[in-house]
T-cell receptor, first 110, second 116 residues
Framework: QKEVEQNSGPLSVPEGAIASLNCTYS??????FFWYRQYSGKSPELIMS????GDKEDGRFTAQLNKASQYVSLLIRDSQPSDSATYLC??????????FGAGTRLFVKA | GAVVSQHPSWVICKSGTSVKIECRSL??????MFWYRQFPKQSLMLMAT?????????EQGVEKDKFLINHASLTLSTLTVTSAHPEDSSFYIC????????????FGPGTRLTVT
Protein backbone atom coordinates (compact mmCIF):
# COMPACT_ATOMS: atom_id res chain seq x y z
CA GLN A 1 0.00 0.00 0.00
CA LYS A 2 1.35 3.39 -0.99
CA GLU A 3 2.03 5.61 2.00
CA VAL A 4 3.14 9.09 2.96
CA GLU A 5 4.55 9.40 6.46
CA GLN A 6 4.90 12.51 8.56
CA ASN A 7 5.68 13.10 12.20
CA SER A 8 2.43 14.31 13.73
CA GLY A 9 4.23 16.68 16.09
CA PRO A 10 3.60 19.10 17.53
CA LEU A 11 6.81 20.73 16.42
CA SER A 12 7.46 23.81 18.51
CA VAL A 13 9.98 26.45 17.44
CA PRO A 14 10.65 29.97 18.72
CA GLU A 15 9.82 32.95 16.58
CA GLY A 16 12.59 33.70 14.11
CA ALA A 17 13.95 30.14 14.07
CA ILE A 18 13.98 27.68 11.18
CA ALA A 19 11.22 25.08 11.23
CA SER A 20 12.06 21.81 9.50
CA LEU A 21 9.25 19.51 8.44
CA ASN A 22 9.92 16.06 7.02
CA CYS A 23 8.04 13.53 4.95
CA THR A 24 8.83 10.11 3.52
CA TYR A 25 6.93 8.24 0.84
CA SER A 26 6.81 4.64 -0.25
CA UNK A 27 6.15 4.74 -4.00
CA UNK A 28 9.51 5.12 -5.71
CA UNK A 29 7.80 6.03 -8.99
CA UNK A 30 6.23 9.21 -7.59
CA UNK A 31 7.01 12.33 -9.60
CA UNK A 32 5.09 15.22 -8.02
CA PHE A 33 5.38 16.44 -4.45
CA PHE A 34 3.49 19.13 -2.58
CA TRP A 35 3.29 20.92 0.72
CA TYR A 36 -0.03 22.28 1.90
CA ARG A 37 -0.70 24.43 4.93
CA GLN A 38 -3.94 24.01 6.85
CA TYR A 39 -5.00 26.38 9.59
CA SER A 40 -7.38 25.01 12.22
CA GLY A 41 -10.93 24.91 10.89
CA LYS A 42 -9.85 25.91 7.38
CA SER A 43 -9.13 24.05 4.17
CA PRO A 44 -5.61 23.27 2.89
CA GLU A 45 -3.66 25.84 0.91
CA LEU A 46 -0.93 24.89 -1.57
CA ILE A 47 2.33 26.52 -0.57
CA MET A 48 5.00 24.59 -2.48
CA SER A 49 5.28 22.06 -5.26
CA UNK A 50 8.50 20.31 -6.30
CA UNK A 51 9.13 17.89 -9.12
CA UNK A 52 12.91 17.36 -9.35
CA UNK A 53 15.68 16.53 -6.93
CA GLY A 54 17.21 19.38 -5.04
CA ASP A 55 15.96 22.55 -3.43
CA LYS A 56 13.22 24.93 -4.46
CA GLU A 57 12.92 28.25 -2.71
CA ASP A 58 9.93 30.58 -2.51
CA GLY A 59 10.26 33.43 -0.05
CA ARG A 60 10.78 32.02 3.43
CA PHE A 61 9.93 28.50 2.26
CA THR A 62 12.35 25.94 0.83
CA ALA A 63 11.25 22.53 -0.32
CA GLN A 64 13.85 19.80 -0.63
CA LEU A 65 13.42 16.58 -2.57
CA ASN A 66 15.60 13.48 -2.54
CA LYS A 67 14.05 10.79 -4.70
CA ALA A 68 16.78 8.26 -3.97
CA SER A 69 15.97 8.45 -0.26
CA GLN A 70 12.22 8.98 -0.92
CA TYR A 71 12.29 12.02 1.27
CA VAL A 72 10.72 15.48 1.03
CA SER A 73 11.21 18.30 3.46
CA LEU A 74 9.99 21.83 3.99
CA LEU A 75 12.08 24.49 5.69
CA ILE A 76 10.46 27.65 6.98
CA ARG A 77 12.98 30.40 7.71
CA ASP A 78 12.34 33.23 10.16
CA SER A 79 9.28 31.42 11.50
CA GLN A 80 6.39 33.63 12.56
CA PRO A 81 3.47 32.89 14.90
CA SER A 82 1.25 33.13 11.81
CA ASP A 83 3.04 30.03 10.45
CA SER A 84 1.46 27.97 13.22
CA ALA A 85 -0.66 25.43 11.36
CA THR A 86 -0.73 21.83 10.21
CA TYR A 87 1.49 21.12 7.23
CA LEU A 88 0.41 18.35 4.89
CA CYS A 89 2.85 16.56 2.64
CA UNK A 90 1.25 15.19 -0.52
CA UNK A 91 2.67 12.88 -3.16
CA UNK A 92 1.17 12.19 -6.55
CA UNK A 93 1.92 8.62 -7.50
CA UNK A 94 0.75 9.00 -11.07
CA UNK A 95 -2.04 10.87 -12.78
CA UNK A 96 -3.96 12.48 -9.92
CA UNK A 97 -3.42 9.64 -7.52
CA UNK A 98 -2.44 11.96 -4.73
CA UNK A 99 -1.76 10.62 -1.27
CA PHE A 100 -1.76 13.02 1.66
CA GLY A 101 0.19 12.53 4.83
CA ALA A 102 -1.57 12.97 8.16
CA GLY A 103 0.18 16.28 8.70
CA THR A 104 2.65 17.83 11.14
CA ARG A 105 1.38 20.43 13.60
CA LEU A 106 3.73 23.39 13.91
CA PHE A 107 3.66 25.88 16.77
CA VAL A 108 5.75 29.02 16.54
CA LYS A 109 6.16 30.63 19.96
CA ALA A 110 6.28 34.42 20.11
CA GLY B 1 -5.20 32.86 -9.68
CA ALA B 2 -6.47 29.31 -9.01
CA VAL B 3 -9.41 30.29 -6.83
CA VAL B 4 -11.99 27.70 -5.86
CA SER B 5 -15.24 28.57 -4.12
CA GLN B 6 -17.69 26.41 -2.23
CA HIS B 7 -21.26 27.07 -1.27
CA PRO B 8 -22.63 26.97 1.33
CA SER B 9 -19.81 27.46 3.82
CA TRP B 10 -21.89 25.84 6.53
CA VAL B 11 -25.25 24.10 6.65
CA ILE B 12 -27.44 22.54 9.30
CA CYS B 13 -30.05 20.05 8.19
CA LYS B 14 -32.39 17.54 9.74
CA SER B 15 -31.80 13.82 9.60
CA GLY B 16 -33.28 12.27 6.46
CA THR B 17 -33.01 15.35 4.28
CA SER B 18 -30.60 15.93 1.39
CA VAL B 19 -27.99 18.63 1.09
CA LYS B 20 -26.23 19.89 -2.05
CA ILE B 21 -22.79 21.47 -1.94
CA GLU B 22 -21.41 23.39 -4.92
CA CYS B 23 -17.76 23.71 -5.87
CA ARG B 24 -16.69 26.21 -8.51
CA SER B 25 -13.33 27.04 -10.04
CA LEU B 26 -13.53 30.81 -10.52
CA UNK B 27 -10.58 31.68 -12.70
CA UNK B 28 -9.60 28.46 -14.42
CA UNK B 29 -11.17 25.44 -16.04
CA UNK B 30 -10.84 22.39 -13.85
CA UNK B 31 -10.44 19.15 -15.73
CA UNK B 32 -10.53 17.19 -12.50
CA MET B 33 -12.24 17.86 -9.20
CA PHE B 34 -11.97 16.03 -5.93
CA TRP B 35 -14.20 15.72 -2.89
CA TYR B 36 -12.77 15.16 0.57
CA ARG B 37 -14.19 14.92 4.05
CA GLN B 38 -12.32 15.66 7.21
CA PHE B 39 -13.29 14.86 10.80
CA PRO B 40 -11.88 16.98 13.65
CA LYS B 41 -8.15 16.52 14.18
CA GLN B 42 -7.99 13.92 11.41
CA SER B 43 -6.44 14.00 7.98
CA LEU B 44 -8.18 14.46 4.67
CA MET B 45 -10.12 11.49 3.37
CA LEU B 46 -10.62 11.39 -0.38
CA MET B 47 -14.21 10.49 -1.24
CA ALA B 48 -14.23 10.68 -5.02
CA THR B 49 -12.58 12.06 -8.12
CA UNK B 50 -14.60 13.48 -10.97
CA UNK B 51 -13.87 14.58 -14.49
CA UNK B 52 -16.12 16.88 -16.46
CA UNK B 53 -18.85 15.01 -18.27
CA UNK B 54 -18.07 11.59 -16.85
CA UNK B 55 -19.06 9.58 -13.82
CA UNK B 56 -17.17 10.11 -10.61
CA UNK B 57 -14.74 7.52 -9.34
CA UNK B 58 -15.47 6.75 -5.71
CA GLU B 59 -12.97 5.55 -3.16
CA GLN B 60 -13.47 2.23 -1.50
CA GLY B 61 -16.03 2.40 1.27
CA VAL B 62 -17.76 5.53 0.00
CA GLU B 63 -21.40 4.93 -0.87
CA LYS B 64 -22.02 6.31 -4.34
CA ASP B 65 -25.79 6.28 -3.87
CA LYS B 66 -25.48 8.37 -0.74
CA PHE B 67 -22.89 10.85 -1.96
CA LEU B 68 -23.97 11.90 -5.45
CA ILE B 69 -21.38 13.78 -7.45
CA ASN B 70 -22.08 15.68 -10.64
CA HIS B 71 -19.29 17.38 -12.60
CA ALA B 72 -21.53 19.29 -14.99
CA SER B 73 -18.98 21.65 -16.48
CA LEU B 74 -15.30 22.56 -16.35
CA THR B 75 -16.02 25.02 -13.54
CA LEU B 76 -18.71 23.32 -11.47
CA SER B 77 -19.00 20.13 -9.46
CA THR B 78 -21.70 19.33 -6.92
CA LEU B 79 -21.87 16.88 -4.04
CA THR B 80 -25.29 15.88 -2.78
CA VAL B 81 -25.51 14.10 0.55
CA THR B 82 -28.75 12.14 0.37
CA SER B 83 -30.78 11.06 3.39
CA ALA B 84 -28.28 12.65 5.71
CA HIS B 85 -27.67 11.21 9.16
CA PRO B 86 -25.81 12.66 12.15
CA GLU B 87 -22.76 10.52 11.32
CA ASP B 88 -22.50 12.41 8.01
CA SER B 89 -21.71 15.59 9.96
CA SER B 90 -18.24 16.60 8.84
CA PHE B 91 -16.14 19.17 7.00
CA TYR B 92 -16.49 18.61 3.25
CA ILE B 93 -13.81 20.11 1.04
CA CYS B 94 -13.52 20.15 -2.71
CA UNK B 95 -10.41 20.73 -4.76
CA UNK B 96 -9.85 21.40 -8.42
CA UNK B 97 -6.98 20.90 -10.80
CA UNK B 98 -5.96 21.52 -14.36
CA UNK B 99 -4.51 18.61 -16.27
CA UNK B 100 -1.22 20.11 -17.35
CA UNK B 101 0.93 17.40 -15.87
CA UNK B 102 1.64 19.16 -12.59
CA UNK B 103 -1.15 17.60 -10.50
CA UNK B 104 -1.50 20.57 -8.18
CA UNK B 105 -4.80 20.73 -6.33
CA UNK B 106 -6.46 23.99 -5.29
CA PHE B 107 -8.88 23.66 -2.43
CA GLY B 108 -12.16 25.38 -1.80
CA PRO B 109 -12.82 26.85 1.65
CA GLY B 110 -14.89 23.86 2.73
CA THR B 111 -18.45 23.28 3.88
CA ARG B 112 -19.24 22.38 7.44
CA LEU B 113 -22.27 20.08 7.54
CA THR B 114 -24.16 19.42 10.75
CA VAL B 115 -27.00 16.91 10.67
CA THR B 116 -29.38 17.09 13.62
Amino acid sequence: QKEVEQNSGPLSVPEGAIASLNCTYSDRGSQSFFWYRQYSGKSPELIMSIYSNGDKEDGRFTAQLNKASQYVSLLIRDSQPSDSATYLCAVDTGGFKTIFGAGTRLFVKA
Amino acid sequence: GAVVSQHPSWVICKSGTSVKIECRSLDFQATTMFWYRQFPKQSLMLMATSNEGSKATYEQGVEKDKFLINHASLTLSTLTVTSAHPEDSSFYICSASVDRGLYEQYFGPGTRLTVT
